[in-house]
């Protein structure tokens, strides 16, 4: 007799899906939301003088729930409802930022108060926040679809609200986000090398979160362990004593 | 399980229910059996494994050290306990070995009398299994990663061969031409399959991050790329417009039905595609490691449902959920890589080889009988012919 608990199909396992079924529904499709709305929480404000607005990773997500395709498309929704924004950051392929809509719009004007590049940054949030849920932009659309002229187009560079991506093409970005990089970067090199630096390259979650953090980590703890762990940069194992964290080469 | 039975006794479920449950819960179990083994030949990792698919009973490997092995998969002796033989092997001390690796060998899908074998050393081979010498050879320019033929092609014998050159090669087994080359990669092919649903959709994944669906009876081009961002040009950076992974592409799969086909590329990422449209179905599976500088084997699960995909990861063997991206398990076992993977259908049974230079047999665990009187049936009466000669307890003395 083995006495390992056996992996059991879907389709051996009905009477007690259908007692838990009902619980089980309702929760994934807020969850997303509510998620976001936590780990929104997580993001240290007062770090940039509430020039920015709370930013998320989209693969801190994936530390969250277990279904990496339904939180993709639950992400994919809420952009095509015009709530969330998403930008390419540009320091790996693969992470891509979160903002909600309407933090970005109010962080955006306020940041654009009293500047000449007010008026075109309005305009450009007033087409893109219900309509589109692009990532970058070029040259044609601006001038065609947008109906904006390469003067404006100058003007929103200088805002922040673009970056420049290749000759004649631009990636929406976070005005200031600059710093927010900076320190995101620095601070998941830090508690990586903490975890490397445990004894055996392993540490239990909450005695990571639990770590002061040294000058290199500005943002708080459970920001970036949801972060290496959503990236898969350490190996998650479920232990009696909770998650533990493991180095990965 | 009994419920399905009756289901199926009364009429109320379709035979094939019964098929899909029990197979899904085999591959659920699979795991190491110490009654279950393969004979050990050769002397550096293995690269290709391949089962033939009319009885399911020959295995064909091939090694880092240009051997080709046969093992006979069927247990004939009455003992559960079993080592599949090796029957013959094209060795070192052959005329016609590969003087360098062997990357990738295929039975002939229509009988065992063939097999095709490939290797680095810039040649392809075709034999003839009763004598092992080959029939034909063909030469190329640079080392010859994959080849693959079409198993369901009955007008063409043609076998698709990606090597270092950037064009695909079609080699024709009837009359050993070479003339038909598909062009429009722009670096090494590292892997080639056919569909198969249909004789003449062949696919090619190559280094330059792009992966081309062709159909070979048209004169030009490929039919499509695969676009991992679903034509979504701002999702990606301009170099990465119109790639399938943002690395090198080394492993492609077509699922049984071939509706469907798995890339994994060196970027760490499986994805899976409609094969029709070329569509990105968007299939979350993570961090895939993958860090192989030739192809990589992995292989889909037939007759399940849901469907697996097993896919070597390091020295493990992953086990995804086709649809749901979900990682179900990771086959441990191996002491170094593994590069191969095999999945035998009709006893959902997987096969793995890796740089150990061991063929591990991945079994579903069966569930053990109930045997009643122990006092009665002795050791010694030899009627327990469960335990395996090595695990039998030889050194316990009965006086305690």
Known sequence: MSRKRALIADTFCLTKRRRCAADSETDGAADVRSSLQYLMTLFSRKLFNDSLPPVVLKHQLYSLHNDKTLVDKQVNELRENGELLMFQLGFDSEAFALVFAEDYRTKVLQGEA??????????????????????????????????????????????????????????????????????????RKAVLGMVKKSRYGEILRTELEERRTTSQVQFQMKYHVHDIMGAELVECIKTTSGTLLRYVD | MLSFLYARQSGVDDPVRLRRAESTRRVLSLELNHNRDVDRIHGNGINTLDIEVIDGRYMLSGGSDGVIVIYDLENNSKKPQYTCKAICTVGRSSRHVHKFSVETVQWYPHDTGMFVSSSFDKTMKVWDTETLKPAEEFQFDGNVYCHHMSPVARKHSLVAVGTKDPKVQLCDLKSGSRIHILQGHRG????????????????????????????????????FTLDQHNGDKSKASSEAVNTAHNGRVNGLCFTADGLHLLTTGTDDRMRLWNSATGENTLVNYGKVVNESRKGLKFTVSRGCSPEFVFVPCGSAVAVYGLHSGELITMLRGHYNNVDCCEFHPDYQELYSGGKDCNILAWVPVLRQPDIEDDETNSKRGGTQAAINPAFEDAWSSDED
């Open chain 2, 188 to 223: 090494e092919i590292l892997s080639v399959r056919w569909s198969p649903r249909y004789d003449h959709i062949l696919a090619t994944a190559s280094t330059d991050s792009r992966v081309r669906i062709w159909d070979v009876r048209r004169a030009s081009g490929s039919l």
């Open chain 1, 114 to 187: 009293g500047r000449e590049t007010l008026g075109t940054v309005e305009k450009f949030l007033a087409k893109l926040i219900p309509g589109c849920s692009d990532l970058s932009f070029n040259k044609e659309k601006m001038l065609n679809e947008f109906l904006f002229t390469d003067r404006e187009i100058t003007q929103l560079v200088k805002s922040g609200v673009f970056t420049v991506r290749d000759a004649g093409s631009w990636w929406l970005s976070i005005p200031n986000s600059g710093k927010f990089i900076k320190y995101f970067i620095k601070g």
